[in-house]
């Protein structure tokens, strides 16, 4: 049995979402909260890594620059996240709509990771349901595997 594909390009332009509804679900559950703290609080360390230092050698050079770029960066995100929250249930996306996708699901999985202090020396692994935050890992995990398939999904229209 070939495994499952939950990204296929069609052909024309746009991509089959195959989806299973717990899936869904979790991206449904998890945009609101991304979002809601990006727009409550830009700056809370859990973002670190959706806005890494530019100029780590520059406090003042870096401080322009977050000044400059910071406030289109999170009208960037969060409109992105307006799109895969109003597409949670779509079966069919365009390739601008496959792009939001990419990036929300990377942005959820960048925080997720901060959150969970995962670094990238770390490999999958089981995760032991007695753990407080083995949902989180599975989460982690899951979004991994699905933005390798948007990703791919992507590439393969190039």
Known sequence: MAPRQPVMPNGDGTYSLNLREEERALISAIVPDLRGLLADDPNDEMLTRLFPTARPD????????????????????????????????????????LAAWMGAVNDIRLVLGTRLGVTEDDEFEETDEADPESVARSAYWYLGWLLEHLVEASASEL
């Open 58 to 97: 520059d406090p003042e050079a870096e401080a322009e620059f977050r000044d400059m770029v910071r406030d289109e960066l999170v009208t960037k995100r969060l409109s992105r996240l307006d799109i895969v929250a109003e597409l949670a249930e779509a079966t069919v996306l365009d390739q601008e709509q």
